[in-house]
């Protein structure tokens, strides 16, 4: 079993900031590919980035390429999603999400196991 708590969701302007920050318990940590998913008003979940258990493979959806930066210390048990030039479009519940195998490029929802209870990202013009 995994837990998965994200934070650091919150309400900003088009073209700032946030980090978002994921705690998982267990200790597996390390053999998990971590995923990040998001789910605005009436729409389906989506892919945002995933990275393997080593941090050296990421990936990232088209829409958020160049301005999000996913990264993990396994140290601490945690993963990030550094997200700059923020848009409106990119209001959403934020998702954090393990899949038990160490590397992949997953990015179904269906392809993870454990999820966090989201974190809301409000960006307006």
């Known amino acids: 079993q995994v837990q998965l708590v994200e934070s650091g969701g919150g309400l900003v302007q088009a073209g700032a900031s946030l980090r978002l920050s994921c705690a998982a318990s267990?200790?597996?940590?390390?053999?998990?590919?971590m995923g990040w998913f998001r789910q605005a008003l009436g729409k389906e979940r989506e892919f945002v980035a995933s990275i393997s258990w080593s941090g050296g493979n990421t990936y990232y959806a088209d829409s958020v390429k160049g301005r999000f930066t996913i990264s993990r210390d396994n140290a601490k048990n945690t993963v990030s999603l550094q997200m700059n030039s923020l848009k409106p479009e990119d209001t959403a519940d934020y998702y954090c999400a393990s899949r038990n195998s160490p590397s992949g490029n997953y990015r179904k929802p269906t392809d993870y196991d454990y999820w966090g209870q989201g974190t809301q990202v409000t960006v307006s013009s």
């Open positions: 267990g200790r597996t940590f390390s053999r998990y590919t």
